[in-house]
């Protein structure tokens, strides 16, 4: 098999951790840190209950800013300093694991 090119991440218009190759997976500075964060302005949060959940990725295929990634078990994890709030994952998840809840909600909790 002959070794395909890899071309820079696309998702992040910033040097970034990952390739094509890598995704999903959130853009990250190779510093670890990311280039701007959208905790501070998120008014929703995706609120997620992994027990309906069959691991389909469709979250994370439809996150416009690839927020989601899988943990160490294959179920999805939000990266709270990447996720703007938008509710796609919500309406895209065919078992209704994700509702969306205020952020000042989540934070009082
Ligand atoms: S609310 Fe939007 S940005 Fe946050 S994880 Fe869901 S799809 Fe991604
Ligand atoms: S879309 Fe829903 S069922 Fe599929 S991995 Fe995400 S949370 Fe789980």
Known sequence: MSEVEKKPC???PFECQHDVDDWPGSPQLTS?????????????????????CNKCNLCLLYCPDAAIVK???????????????????????????????????????
């Open 10 to 12: 696309a998702i992040a």
């Open 32 to 52: 670890g840190h990311l280039a701007v964060s959208n905790r501070s302005w998120r008014t929703q949060w995706p609120q997620i209950d992994l027990s309906p």
């Open 71 to 109: 943990n160490a078990d294959g179920f999805p994890q939000i990266d709270g300093d990447w996720c703007k709030g938008c509710g796609i994952c919500a309406v895209e998840c065919p078992k209704q694991c994700v509702r969306m809840i205020d952020e000042e909600q989540r934070i009082a909790r």
